[in-house]
């Protein structure tokens, strides 16, 4: 009996462990750049953007598909940094639940 006690109360610690990483994840912001600097993207830790910033030399139509380009990239790059900063975080949590994945 005492040893499902302990394990209620393992899991419920791991249960607050998680809910203090999800809301870390939150309020981190990650910022992306362009390399020109044209584009910024600012997303969370949980992948929602929080905003966009484009330079005004493209907000006009001849460069209308560079600009389209170049936010593809940068979004993806925002939310490539926000993976890592999660599977960081979450790294320490899944080992001490005994979860090892393979690569983090």
Do not use: W
Not at 60 to 77: D, I, T
């Amino acid at each position: 009996m005492a040893g499902q006690l302990d394990k209620a109360k393992q899991l419920y610690q791991l249960q607050k462990e998680a809910k203090a990483i999800q809301k870390e994840l939150r309020d981190t912001e990650i910022e992306a750049r362009s390399k020109e600097g044209a584009v910024t993207v600012v997303i969370n830790g949980e992948q929602h953007i929080k905003s966009i910033e484009i330079a005004d030399e493209y907000l006009n139509a001849e460069k209308k598909r560079e600009l389209e380009q170049e936010l593809v990239k940068v979004v993806s790059e925002a939310i490539n940094r926000a993976q890592m900063v999660a599977a960081e975080r979450t790294k320490k949590l899944m080992g001490e639940m005994g979860v090892n994945f393979p690569g983090m």
